[in-house]
């Protein structure tokens, strides 16, 4: 397959399922609308720091080396695996959440007045898939895991990634031991197909629960070292700075926020005196969410909504509505997640716009 012309993600992007910010595009939440848990591939969000490469699988390999194995194997004489090495391996099958970190940066513009940097997200930079590949922690163990390794740190395939005129090499971002050796996957396929060119052919990391950035596309090194591995993505990038931070910034993001998002356009109109089923979905770092609730009067009061699935990737829920008067009128979805927290009424700022993770406010007009 050909790049567009026009763009640098491989895949079709229909505007009806797709806003575009650069080389990347956001999923239109009423284009999920009906759907199954899972997102389609064809609809699935995309965010390249520059293009999607085009990879030769014949010639692909992963290559892991560094002071973290057995060995202490340099870079030229790593322990290589080919996709067919992957491809025979034990496989697993893991149903999961990837989430940009920046994901409803635009709602600290329009909900709170609080404009921050960066691409402007709505709710679209999230999406679910069933994600099939090896666990890295078998990965590891092949390439000769040593007991006293501290840190991996992936890195992509994709162009070097320029930031203010400095390049900053490749794509990568760490990961402690710890979560690499428990739940991240090595994945070959998503949904039932190999992975798109878009979304990491031939193989990336899936780290549940992670700022989407921690899941590598187009995986092509893992160094492994007893110290840690820090990367422009963990220390200048993907930290929360500004006041009420400390004075050089937070620690590396991890976990994301819990989030909930209406299946609806912006504006969308509405039927008076008519029921209609709201739809929409929710999510949380470490587990299915408890509940959800939905106001129909901007906040003012809460209904429960019914929740449509149970230990998923995600949740979808519903409520009836049958509006009475004509107008707009503000709906606000929040979900209440496994520890019984509240999507609160106000994200935190901090000045890159990470983790908007108040309840949404999603403006329809009734007519
Ligand atoms: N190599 C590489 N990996 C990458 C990226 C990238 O630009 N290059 N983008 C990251 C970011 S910021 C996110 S949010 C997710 C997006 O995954 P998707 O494009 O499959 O939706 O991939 C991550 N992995
Ligand atoms: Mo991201």
Known sequence: MKPRDDGRIVKPLPPDRFAVHGP?????????RGEGVLVPNDRFFVRDHTRTPLIDVRTWRLRLFGDGLRGA??????????????????????????????????LFASQQGTPMPGIPWGLGGVGAARWRGV????????????????DVLPSGLDPDFGLDG??????????????????????????????PPDHGFPARLVVPGWVGIASIKWLGEIEVAGRPLPSPWSTRMYRMFGPGHPP???PALAEQVTKSAFELARDERVPA???????????????????????????????????????TAWSRWSLEWCPDRTGPVMLVARAVDGTGARQPF??????????FGAAVRHRVLVA
């Open 166 to 195: 400095e390049n900053l090499g490749r794509v990568r971002r760490p990961l402690p031991v710890g979560k690499a050796m428990d739940d991240v996957l090595v994945a070959y396929e998503m949904n039932g197909v190999p992975l």
């Open 135 to 150: 666990p890295l922690a078998a990965v590891l163990e092949r390439a000769g895991l040593r007991p006293d390794a501290v």
């Open 248 to 250: 050089g910034g937070g």
């Open 273 to 311: 005196g008519r029921t209609t089923v709201l739809t929409g979905r929710s999510w949380a770092p470490d587990g299915p969410v408890r509940a959800v609730e939905v106001s129909v009067d901007g906040g003012a009061s809460w209904r429960t909504a019914r929740l449509l699935d149970g230990d």
């Open 73 to 106: 194997p340099p870079r030229d004489r790593a322990v290589e695996f080919g996709y067919e090495d992957l491809l025979a391996m034990p496989s697993r099958t893991l149903d999961a959440v990837i989430e940009c970190a920046g994901n409803g940066r635009a």
């Open 346 to 355: 106000r994200a935190e700022p901090n000045d890159e716009g990470y983790l």
């Open 24 to 32: 990347n595009a956001e999923m239109r939440w009423e284009a999920m």
